[in-house]
Nanobody, 124 residues
Framework: QVQLVESGGGSVQAGGSLSLSCVASVSTVTSYRMGWFRQAPGKEREGVAAIYAGRTYYVDSVKGRFTISQDNAKNTVYLQMNSLKPEDTAMYSC???????????????????WGQGTQVTVSS
């Protein structure tokens, strides 16, 4: 199981930006699908973005605002978040999946390893 550590969360005003980082204990670029998920109080965990083999996936609500990327040399996955909205407020978690080909890469159930999470708060 790969260990994941997120960082970069914080509090920003609506319209601001944050960049999240997820450092893995092993190289993930070829052996794992990586994803970012979020969960707000009282809501289900939601897949935000995923990446594997150069292909990226985003939930509709963040398309055009968020970008997932990967730096293999640093064993790190990033989530650049721009034009943040109050509804983006949530605990953001990084996850890794050894299941490389799935019907829906944004389904949490497909992921095996999870980080502790980093809080993102967007004020209006």
């Amino acid at each position: 199981q790969v260990q994941l550590v997120e960082s970069g969360g914080g509090s920003v005003q609506a319209g601001g930006s944050l960049s999240l980082s997820c450092v893995a204990s092993v190289s993930t670029v070829t052996s794992y699908r990586m994803g970012w998920f979020r969960q707000a109080p009282g809501k289900e965990r939601e897949g935000v973005a995923a990446i594997y083999a150069g292909r990226t996936y985003y939930v509709d609500s963040v398309k055009g605002r968020f970008t997932i990327s990967q730096d293999n040399a640093k064993n790190t996955v990033y989530l650049q978040m721009n034009s943040l909205k109050p509804e983006d407020t949530a605990m953001y978690s990084c996850a890794a999946s050894g299941i490389l080909w799935v019907a829906d890469p944004l389904r949490p159930i497909n992921y095996n390893s999870w980080g502790q999470g980093t809080q993102v708060t967007v004020s209006s």
